[in-house]
């Protein structure tokens, strides 16, 4: 929700800043409005569109590598959730309440990750692989063989359990605010530096409306895309309902 509003704040400073600044021309002194002031005005804005350009590119590179490396993450926590159900599978039958408890956890997992929810870092979810993690623990191998997978099981669910907290991590957007700040305030110059001079016609005026839409959408897509687990673009639960399939067919 906030990647909306801070796209609004964007759309508003933008528009604000370019038609504020022509109706603010005419006001300002003759001696102001020089074509050398100008001049040196308009090159200070290139100087800020240059910057602001790279900043976004590198905003959106930021935040394209962080979706990338999420669902990734997720895939691969997905496969793990399935490895650890079947190696369940093979110990015995006493492993059928920490079966249960995974498949509970998974289920729960991929329908309030498809409602958007930060099912990952939910108590009720970790209750739920814990509780499996404490079965695992609990069992008494009856020999070697046996013995061999409890030793493999609880390997594998530390890992499950270290990948479940990565991706917690990873869900909270790695884009710092001052950079946001400093980039919302660069175009709010170039846009006012743009609008200083612009005749005054409806050409100009729709002009200044689209690019200020487009830019805010812009920077609410590179926001959006850097929370994988909300928003308009997100990662897909697709890879835990294919692994909540795969617990359910095994008995």
């Not at 079947?86 to 920490?98: D, F, L, N, V």
């Not at 929810?117 to 814990?130: C, F, G, K, P, Q």
């Not at 110059?189 to 729709?206: D, E, K, Q, W």
Request: charged content about 20%.
């Amino acid at each position: 929700m906030h990647d909306v509003l801070i796209a609004l704040l964007v759309l508003a400073c933008l528009l604000a800043a370019s038609f504020g600044s022509r109706t603010l021309y005419e006001r300002v002194p003759e001696r102001h409005r020089v074509g050398d002031t100008e001049d040196t005005v308009r090159l200070f804005a290139n100087f800020f569109v240059v910057m602001a350009s790279l900043v976004i590119g590198l905003m959106l590179n930021t935040a394209k590598n962080t979706f990338e490396s999420v669902d990734k993450n997720v895939h691969a926590y997905a496969t793990e959730l399935i490895l650890f159900d079947r190696t369940m599978k093979h110990y015995g039958p006493e492993t059928a309440g920490a079966r249960r408890s995974l498949l509970a956890y998974t289920e729960q997992a991929a329908a309030r990750m498809e409602q958007s929810d930060a099912v990952l870092s939910s108590r009720t979810a970790e209750s739920l692989l814990r509780g499996a993690g404490d079965i695992i623990r609990a069992l008494k191998p009856a020999d070697d063989d046996h013995n061999y997978l409890k030793q493999h099981l609880e390997d594998r669910f530390g890992k499950i359990y270290e990948m479940r907290w990565a991706l917690v991590e990873q869900s909270e957007g790695s884009l710092p605010a001052a950079l946001i700040v400093m980039v919302i305030l660069w175009l709010v110059l170039i846009f006012a530096s743009y609008g200083f001079r612009a005749p005054h016609n409806i050409v100009v005026g729709t002009s200044f409306v689209v690019s200020s839409i487009l830019v805010a959408g812009a920077i609410y897509l590179i926001l959006d895309m850097d929370v994988p687990f909300d928003g308009m673009i997100q990662v897909s639960p697709a890879p835990l309902q294919r692994a909540v399939a795969e617990l359910r067919l095994a008995p």
